[in-house]
């Protein structure tokens, strides 16, 4: 049985999560079978994560940059990443880092700091993406338990 992918975000020092105030999203529209993640923190949102329509990435797919971590200076790169990498972005953007704090066999736990006065922490499940700041990250695990990430302007 093929599970659909996990996405879960923990936010330092957020509220109740209720959908009031500011940062609240939207009702789900239409044919919307996924409701939105509320935060109590501005400028962290995540990203709702599609269904997969494929099985892990073949082991054999490398990442267009490898493992230079430097490409991402500009938030877009898609880079190989190990447990305790920590992406850098340049200092003109809103999201300073994005860290990988652990990697399991069913998670990749992660952090990122923005202009927030707290870190997002959260974790991926399977394949995913995250926003917070102004980037997007596509997360996608190799059969052979290998982490690439696709990093995106928001």
């Not at 959908?19 to 079978?33: E, F, I, M, T």
């Not at 972005?89 to 992660?110: G, H, L, M, N, Q």
């Amino acid at each position: 049985m093929l599970l659909g992918p996990v996405v879960v975000l923990l936010l330092a020092g957020c509220g109740d999560g209720g959908a009031s105030g500011p940062g609240a999203a939207a009702p789900p529209k239409g044919g919307d079978r996924h409701p939105p993640s509320h935060s109590a923190t501005a400028g962290a949102t995540p990203g709702r994560t599609p269904a997969p329509t494929h099985t892990p990435t073949p082991a054999h797919r490398r990442a267009r940059d490898g493992r230079d971590l430097d490409a991402c200076r500009d938030r877009t790169c898609e880079v190989e990443v190990r447990q305790g990498d920590t992406v850098r972005f340049s200092a003109r953007f809103v999201t300073d880092t994005f860290t990988i704090e652990r990697i399991t066999d069913d998670r990749v736990d992660f952090s990122a700091t923005d202009d927030q006065p707290a870190p997002l922490r959260g974790y991926v499940g399977g394949t995913g993406a995250v926003e917070t700041g102004d980037i997007r990250v596509d997360f996608d695990r190799t059969q052979d338990g290998r982490i690439i990430l696709e990093f995106s302007p928001r």
